[in-house]
Nanobody, 124 residues
Framework: QVQLVESGGGLVQAGGSLRLSCAAS????????MGWFRQAPGKEREFVST????????YYAESVKGRFTISRDNAKNTMYLQMTSLKPEDTAVYYC?????????????????WGQGTQVTVSS
């Protein structure tokens, strides 16, 4: 199986930056797609970004495109989400996710492995 552990969340002012990390352990070679979702209070879980095993293909939600950058270091079994120009509406719990399939998906139902989440709070 696979275990995912996020870190790097915190409180930041609008316009600031944060970098989230996701450490993977277990059968990590099976994770073709890894990515991030987020959930704000009272809202549904929302796709943020995903990246292929090689890191050669990345995809972003329109709401974060140009501000967030996803990357992964397979030698370290770690994925990152660099977040810049943060806005109050980015406030949410951010979840690291993974799936074995080679098919791109932005649906939370298609991701098998989930971390426990890390809180990101952006103050105005």
């Amino acid at each position: 199986q696979v275990q995912l552990v996020e870190s790097g969340g915190g409180l930041v002012q609008a316009g600031g930056s944060l970098r989230l990390s996701c450490a993977a352990s277990g059968r990590t070679f099976s994770l073709y797609y890894m990515g991030w979702f987020r959930q704000a209070p009272g809202k549904e879980r929302e796709f943020v970004s995903t990246i292929t095993w090689s890191g050669g293909d990345t995809y972003y939600a329109e709401s974060v495109k140009g501000r967030f950058t996803i990357s992964r270091d397979n030698a370290k079994n770690t994925m990152y989400l660099q977040m810049t120009s943060l806005k109050p509406e980015d406030t949410a719990v951010y979840y690291c996710v993974g799936r074995k399939s080679y098919v791109l998906s932005s649906s939370s139902n298609d991701y098998t492995y989930w971390g426990q989440g890390t809180q990101v709070t952006v103050s105005s």
